[in-house]
């Protein structure tokens, strides 16, 4: 019955990729109104036999380091979005150029969506710009990355180091959300191509983290070891290679590498070479570096910490034993002293 449920599960959340893939493949066609952007869709025709292959060669339904499933719905998803993003920024350059002005602007919509399925009686259809169709295709995908990895098998995860990963996806998911919104907001952004192409791939670099499993969960770490093989082998897993082969440090090393750090440099190029100065952009530049030093802090802590050694225990105290005299009824206390170990 467990097993049932689990493959249940894991074909509702590929279900899930799948409608998100084909919604995002339908708009990137009707935007460009060429019927090659359907070829999107070749990675999520694909998770049918990643179901297959995974449930047949793994006994927890799912791999231990990679989620291929999840990697298989970016490949689909991602580059859907990059088409949409250089779809409106060629509006823009268009309508600027039409207008005869010398920048573009974001007040304008450009081109709608009208979905006339949903114009039914008295009910008015629904017209959705392509920018709002964009930011609502980008959310849902951070939240079927989270809803997903949910919906999936454990793997080799236990209930705790699970619930530990969905909370790590809230708050990554947020992070790169923001970092592509509100970047192609601004008004240094939005009609230079290079500087699109690179906070688009950053976003890209950034989703790579959610294709990885156990090295977004940092691993309980023995904080006493009694014997002195134990204090050696703990001691040799947590400082080989500067504490490198612990999970806790590749989740760090992997944010910072591919989120915080590239996150934060882009931030500061806007800054120091754009000019870019607005309270938002402030105050995330802040929060990014703050998080970026307590990481490296805490890698540090990590490398150099060194396992507490622990005293053995002390037997209870021998030095006096009450002993009782059952004969006579009376309680006499006898020394007993300790053996002197031969020379």
């Known amino acids: ?8 599960k894991a074909l509702l959340a590929r279900l899930l990729f799948a409608a998100h893939g084909l919604v995002g493949a339908w708009k990137v066609a009707s935007s460009y109104g060429n019927f090659l952007c359907y070829f999107l869709l070749v990675p999520i025709l694909l998770l049918p036999i990643e179901f297959f292959i995974t449930f047949k060669f793994t006994e927890e339904g799912e791999w231990k380091w990679f989620c291929p499933s999840v ?8 580059p859907g979005l990059w088409l949409m993003q250089l779809h409106l920024y060629r509006e823009r350059i268009d309508y600027r150029d039409a207008a005869g002005w010398d920048s573009c602007t974001l007040q304008t ?8 399925d949903l114009s039914n009686g008295n009910i008015p259809a629904l017209s959705v710009s392509d920018s709002e169709w964009t930011l609502a295709l980008e959310q849902l995908l951070v939240i079927l990355l989270i809803v997903g990895r949910w919906l999936l ?8 180091q699970l619930s530990q990963l969905l909370l790590v996806y809230i708050g990554m998911a947020a992070d790169i959300l923001e970092f592509s919104a509100e970047n192609l907001k601004e008004s240094a952004v939005y009609c230079d191509l290079l500087l699109i192409i690179i906070i688009l791939a950053l976003w890209s670099w950034s989703l790579i983290q959610f294709t990885l499993v156990l090295t977004s969960v940092a691993a309980r770490r023995g904080r006493n070891f009694s014997t002195a093989t134990s204090r050696s082998q703990n001691f040799c897993d947590l400082c080989f290679k500067c504490g490198c082969c612990a999970n806790e440090i ?6 910072i590498i591919m989120q915080d750090g590239p996150f934060l440099v882009m931030r500061l190029y806007l800054i120091i070479n754009r000019r870019v100065f607005n309270q938002m952009m402030m105050f995330f530049t802040l929060k990014n570096l703050l998080v970026f030093s307590l990481q490296v802090y805490r890698i540090g ?3 150099c910490s060194v396992p507490n050694e622990v005293e053995p225990a002390e037997e209870p105290a021998a030095d006096a034993l009450t002993v009782t005299d059952v004969e ?12 002197v170990p031969a020379s």
């Open 153 to 160: 098998p454990k793997g080799k995860l236990t209930r705790d």
């Open 328 to 339: 006579k009824g009376e309680t006499k206390e006898t020394e007993i002293e300790e053996p």
């Open 109 to 116: 919509n450009y081109s709608t969506q009208t979905i006339e």
């Open 250 to 255: 590749w989740s760090l090393m992997i944010t």
């Open 301 to 303: 802590i990590l490398c």
């Open 1 to 8: 019955m467990k097993k049932i449920i689990k493959i249940v």
């Open 71 to 78: 990697c298989l719905y970016l490949l689909s998803v991602a």
